[in-house]
């Protein structure tokens, strides 16, 4: 009965933990105002083949006649040089964009976190070998690796993904191998190693789970840069590929045009503007919400 009753005390006080940092998330209006615009692109990315009104315009439909348009209420967006509706590429390129940058954070992620944990909980040669390899990719700045690894694999949306999670995975595991050695002198793994547990356990029980806050954070601020480097890399003609709607491919196709013809590049780079907005505003809040030291301030 007593193991019982200091489960459920347990419970209700993560409860308790829980309310309050909902509170304080919503307490912060950029917070919300950047939560709005993540989960507003994630639906438009999940319903963009049913509300797309041109659904050809997104491959490589050609309408000459139509070239160049501005926004009508026809084409809320105008469209571009050979006639395609910019709305309806911008629409789908949201699925694109989004996809892109979860597989790149994803990857990242898988990789980074298990070796950072690795480094910080073993020490020794385990921690050299593993910081040294990391110091390699870290050696050569980000989006000079990519724009090299995309060159040798060609352009295309895959390498581009390829390429940008070769580049991601050395900050994650910076990050948590500094969380895992600081978290390692704490009193309760001193106890859980005390009683004989397994070095896995610690792992895994005690010291990924104090981890998780500053993960998140990285990874919600990362969605937003991820999309923009595949964005830049797109710009720059190694990325996503014509007649591809993809965001930077879009904007320069239309960068040729401006400022003439200024909604054939101007709306791509709003909707890269807005979503990585929204992106480093919900990083923000989820840091304030979720680092102890930051909660005070709401």
């Not at 940008?164 to 948590?176: D, N, Q």
């Not at 005390?194 to 792992?203: H, N, Y």
């Not at 993960?215 to 595949?230: C, E, H, N, R, W």
């Not at 503007?273 to 304030?288: A, H, K, P, S």
């Amino acid at each position: 009965m007593r193991f019982l009753s200091a489960k459920i005390e347990i419970l209700k006080v993560r409860a308790h933990d829980a309310k309050r940092t909902v509170r304080t998330f919503f307490r912060n209006p950029l917070s919300v105002i950047g939560l709005i615009v993540v989960c507003g692109f994630f639906i438009l990315g999940f319903i963009a083949p049913y509300i797309t009104p041109y659904p050809d315009d997104v491959t490589g439909a050609i309408h000459t006649k139509q070239r160049l348009q501005a926004p009508s209420r026809e084409h809320l967006f105008g469209t571009d040089d050979v006639g395609r509706d910019v709305y309806s590429r911008v629409i789908y390129g949201t699925r694109i964009s989004l996809q892109i940058a979860l597989v790149i954070v994803g990857v990242a992620t898988c990789i980074g976190v298990p070796l950072g944990l690795m480094a910080g909980c073993s020490g020794g040669v385990i921690e050299e070998v593993i910081m040294r390899f990391t110091d390699i990719f870290l050696a050569v700045p980000g989006i000079v690796l990519a724009v090299t690894i995309v060159s040798a694999l060609g352009p295309g949306i895959i390498n581009v993904m390829v390429a940008l999670s070769i580049v991601w995975w050395p900050g994650y595991v910076r990050l948590v191998r500094g969380k895992a050695k600081a978290l390692r002198e704490e009193v309760f793994v001193e106890a859980s190693t005390a009683i004989g547990s397994s070095r896995a356990r610690i792992m895994f029980r005690h010291i990924l789970p104090n981890c998780f806050s500053i993960i998140v954070v990285k990874m919600s601020m990362d969605m937003g840069m991820a999309i923009l480097s595949a964005a830049g890399l797109g710009f720059i003609g190694i990325g996503a590929q014509p007649p591809s709607p993809e965001w930077g491919a879009m904007i320069s196709g239309g960068r040729w045009y401006l400022p003439t013809w200024w909604w054939y590049a101007v709306f791509p780079g709003l909707a890269i503007w807005l979503t990585v907005l929204g992106f480093n505003l919900l990083g923000d809040g989820l840091r304030d919400v979720l680092d102890p030291k930051q909660r005070g301030r709401y």
